[in-house]
């Protein structure tokens, strides 16, 4: 399977690293650490339901999984401002 294909892959609510990627993707540094830890659950969860090929649904949401969405993406944010 070639690279790109992996753009392509469903992706579900258990998949907090590739959904914090995305995220990062779409808003890049507008939100640092402080503000992604203080975005509300209600528009985290239209965010990813937004990103393209997520298969999950509102239903299916957690806070758990919106709070290792939220961990993950200040990793990921973390890792691009070094």
Partial sequence: MPFKD??????????????????Y??????????????????DLIDWVLEIPNF?????DC?????EQIQAKWVYEWRDNNR
């Fill in 6 to 23: 992996f753009d392509d892959m469903p992706i579900d609510w258990s998949d907090h690293e590739d959904i914090a990627m995305k995220l």
């Fill in 25 to 42: 993707e779409r808003f890049g540094d507008a939100f640092n650490e402080g503000k992604i830890y203080r975005i509300r659950f209600t």
């Fill in 55 to 59: 298969e999950g649904t509102r239903d």
């Fill in 62 to 66: 957690s806070e758990g999984h919106l």
